[in-house]
């Protein structure tokens, strides 16, 4: 088990977490696992989407999956201890996992792959020069959708984001978290010019704290 604080924005704390993980670091290459590689946004493309977003006066929505890399389907065949507090008559049994958890070598690819087929399903593209960018075009509205792991940005002309959000709640457990604020450590601020400011105070603080260095001159 891992357990994380996860805060807010300010400092303050949004809520507690307890998660199951394996033990990735004992699985072996070509018997547990055979591909790992995840594409993750590239930082220019995020720029671009920005700026864009500024240019047109386009909403950003950020959404965050809830235990995303539990959606991913594994292709090999995994096996792992029991969970603790798990009671069995059996001590000798193990659990075979289906679909990904947390902390296994392939699971960041297998969550990426589940993710990109049901956007293709849904006719969006995957863009060529940054996979983790898809696009949709169509009566006039034309979405943009980032993917950093579980992290996800949404940019349209379109006012209203409800039903594409609606048709990844049907798929996915979508936490809404409204406007852009927070991403990669980055904070985003929209003034009422349109114009967006971007910093990484927030960023910056958290390593000085993990360093012990945030009371320095």
């Known amino acids: 088990m891992v357990f994380k604080v996860k805060e807010n924005l300010d400092g303050s704390v949004n809520k507690y977490k307890a998660r199951l993980v394996a033990k990735g670091f004992h699985q072996q290459l070509r018997f547990d696992y055979k591909e790992t590689f995840s594409p993750v946004i590239k930082p220019v493309t995020v720029r671009l989407i920005l700026s864009l977003a500024i240019s047109h006066n386009c909403p950003l929505q950020q959404l965050d999956v809830n235990i995303a890399f539990l959606n991913g389907i594994l292709e090999e065949e995994v096996y792992m201890t029991k969970p603790p507090g798990f009671v069995s008559s059996n001590k000798t049994r193990v659990c075979r996992l289906h679909k990904a958890i947390y902390d296994l070598k392939q699971a960041p690819r297998a969550w990426f792959d589940k993710l990109k087929a049901t956007l293709l399903s849904f006719k969006f593209s995957s863009s060529k020069c940054d996979h983790s960018l898809f696009v949709f075009s169509g009566n006039q509205f034309v979405f943009y959708i980032l993917v950093y792991v579980d992290d996800i940005i949404i940019m349209s002309n379109n006012t209203t984001l409800i039903s594409l959000v609606s048709k990844l709640n049907s798929v996915f457990s979508l936490k ?32 000085l704290a993990k360093t012990k260095m945030d009371e320095s001159n």
């Open 176 to 207: 809404d978290l409204a406007d852009l604020d927070y991403f990669l450590g980055i904070e985003v601020q929209r003034q009422n010019d349109g114009s967006l400011i971007i910093t990484q105070s927030k960023y910056i603080r958290d390593l």
